[in-house]
């Protein structure tokens, strides 16, 4: 999903070519900081809350989405804003969470989702982890450190697929869970007049 996201921001901007070199970079400075995914992911939660809020909360699904596939629904996953979860799905959390911040390169709402990582180490949940590149990556914008975050939730996924005897590339063990979607019927599209 993240090479699509890519694919398609080269396609609808090709003079942004030097944008994706710049995430491209940015991308290999994420990869290489594997072993703090590797950590976070010994920690052994038994759910994890993946927090993004504006173009960050679609990587935040992105990335709930994919530590729920790969680990075979053993680790149930959400993702909202950090407004949303405050609001109600703030009770999915417990001792065994891992939540995890998209932290935001936009000044005023990189505030808010610090306070609320801030305040959400006195819960209790098992490890908080502010995912925040904007000092290391300064010029990337929201869109662009999502793909980032979603390339973090993979690594986690892939380790918290390995820590509980799973195959990443083939983690369905019931069988539930297809590289591809199965089973879907294509209904023709009926005119409306």
């Given at each position: 999903?993240?090479?699509?996201?890519?694919?398609?921001?080269?396609?609808?901007?090709?003079?942004?070519?030097?944008?994706?070199?710049?995430?491209?970079?940015?991308?290999?400075?994420?990869?290489?900081?594997?072993?703090?995914?590797?950590?976070?992911?010994?920690?052994?939660?038994?759910?994890?809350?993946?927090?993004?809020?504006?173009?960050?909360?679609?990587?935040?699904?992105e990335g709930a989405h994919k530590i729920l596939e790969l680990?075979?629904?053993?680790?149930?996953?959400?993702?909202?804003?950090?407004?949303?979860?405050?609001h109600g799905p703030i009770a999915f959390a417990e001792e065994?969470?891992?939540?995890?911040?998209?932290?935001?390169?936009?000044?005023?709402?990189?505030?808010?989702?610090?306070?609320?990582?801030?305040?959400?180490?006195?819960?209790?949940?098992?490890?908080?982890?502010?995912?925040?590149?904007?000092?290391?990556?300064?010029?990337?914008?929201?869109?662009?450190?999502?793909?980032?975050?979603?390339?973090?939730?993979?690594?986690?996924?892939?380790?918290?697929?390995?820590?509980?005897?799973?195959?990443?590339?083939?983690?369905?063990?019931?069988?539930?869970?297809?590289?591809?979607?199965?089973?879907?019927?294509?209904?023709?599209?009926?005119?409306?007049?």
């Amino acid at each position: 999903m993240t090479s699509t996201v890519v694919a398609g921001r080269l396609m609808l901007d090709p003079s942004g070519a030097s944008r994706l070199e710049a995430l491209a970079k940015a991308g290999e400075g994420v990869l290489a900081d594997a072993e703090r995914a590797e950590t976070d992911a010994s920690s052994d939660p038994s759910r994890v809350v993946v927090l993004g809020t504006g173009p960050l909360e679609a990587a935040a699904q992105e990335g709930a989405h994919k530590i729920l596939e790969l680990t075979d629904g053993q680790v149930t996953s959400m993702a909202r804003s950090c407004l949303e979860f405050r609001h109600g799905p703030i009770a999915f959390a417990e001792e065994g969470t891992l939540l995890i911040g998209l932290v935001s390169p936009d000044p005023l709402v990189r505030r808010y989702d610090m306070d609320f990582l801030a305040q959400a180490v006195r819960m209790p949940v098992r490890k908080v982890v502010p995912f925040d590149v904007s000092e290391r990556f300064a010029s990337l914008k929201s869109g662009e450190v999502g793909v980032l975050g979603v390339v973090f939730c993979q690594m986690l996924a892939l380790f918290l697929s390995l820590r509980r005897g799973l195959r990443p590339d083939r983690p369905g063990a019931r069988g539930l869970v297809n590289p591809i979607v199965q089973g879907v019927t294509i209904h023709p599209r009926e005119e409306t007049s």
